[in-house]
């Protein structure tokens, strides 16, 4: 199990992560506003401009690291869990 910062001190389990995208599509917006109105969503975003959705198996996390940032991280993250893994 490996953690990664989506910004302002929020951290999120990458092995629940489905996909990260951009808020910009239609699709995007109505996935957000579907999962507000099923109360799924999480907003880490610390009051700032959504620039990226993590959809996890369970929920809409809302974070405001663009979502090359944010696999990025989740890259460093999970080469860390092998190095780990190995020793």
């Known amino acids: 199990m490996a953690f990664i910062n989506i910004g302002f001190g929020n951290i999120i389990n990458t092995d629940k992560v489905v996909s990260i995208v ?3 599509s239609a699709p995007a917006k109505r996935l957000v506003q579907r999962a507000k109105e099923a109360g799924n969503i999480i ?5 700032r401009r959504t620039r990226g959705i993590i959809i996890t198996d369970q929920h809409i996390v809302l974070s405001a690291l663009l979502p090359d940032t944010i696999a990025t991280r989740s890259k460093e993250a999970a080469t860390k869990k092998k190095e780990a893994d190995v020793l």
């Open 43 to 47: 907003d880490a975003t610390q009051g």
């Open 22 to 24: 951009t808020p910009d």
